[in-house]
Each structure stands twice: as structure tokens, then as C-alpha cells.
């Protein structure tokens, strides 16, 4: 497994910008597919985006697709979500997570930041 730290979360007004890192350590996190998901206060958990182990392969969910970008530097260890045109839907706690499929489902994660806050203002 691997140890998550997601950072950059903060308050941003509507059609405003905000990029998320997620720092992996531990065993070989260049290894992993990551993924990023958020919930809403007083909704489910939802998928946003994924990339894979190279970041050939990328996904995003239908509410974020052209608006959102998720990255990776392999080098740095570190998985990038540079979120533009926020809206205040957008707000919700952020949380990266590593796994060894690049999937929408998040039972194929096994790894889990703590997450970071969002807060969109309308």
C-alpha cells in the first residue's frame, strides 16, 4: 500500500480555479492507477476521475469532463486534479486514492487520502 496526502482544497468563487496534488510514499507508488473521488455533505461518495499507471489512459465523470484535468508526474510521486470553471456542485471533500486498476468503481482502491475541502461560493 501506499500513504496519501492530498493538499490545495480551499474556498474559490464560482467559474474560479483550484488545482489538488496528491503526494504518494511508500512502496513504489508509481506503480499504482490513481483515482480521484469527492462526496457532497449528505450525499454518496462519486467517482470524478482516473488515470492509469503511465497516465495514457484517462476518465472522467460526465458532471467534471472539460472542466477538470487529472494528471500525474511519476517522477514526483505526485497525481495532479486542476479543476477549472468550478461550480458551486463542485463543493465536496476531495480524496485521491491508489490502486492496481485504473476503475471508476472505488472498491478497486485500496489506498485512501484523508481528503481535502472544496468549497465552492455561488
Known amino acids: 500500500q501506499v500513504r496519501l496526502v492530498e493538499s490545495g482544497g480551499g474556498l474559490v468563487q464560482a467559474g474560479g480555479s483550484l488545482r489538488l496534488s496528491c503526494a504518494a510514499s511508500g512502496r513504489a507508488p508509481s506503480r499504482y492507477a490513481m483515482g480521484w473521488f469527492r462526496r457532497a455533505p449528505g450525499k454518496e461518495r462519486e467517482f470524478v476521475a482516473r488515470?492509469?499507471?503511465?497516465?495514457?489512459?484517462?476518465y472522467y465523470a460526465d458532471s467534471v469532463k472539460g472542466r477538470f484535468t487529472i494528471s500525474r508526474v511519476n517522477a514526483k510521486n505526485t497525481v495532479y486534479l486542476q479543476m477549472n470553471g468550478l461550480k458551486s456542485e463542485d463543493t465536496a471533500v476531495y480524496y485521491c486514492a491508489a490502486g492496481d486498476v485504473a476503475a471508476v468503481d472505488a472498491s478497486f482502491y485500496n489506498s485512501w487520502g484523508q481528503g481535502t475541502q472544496v468549497t465552492v461560493s455561488s
Open positions: 488515470i492509469n499507471r503511465t497516465g495514457g489512459s484517462i
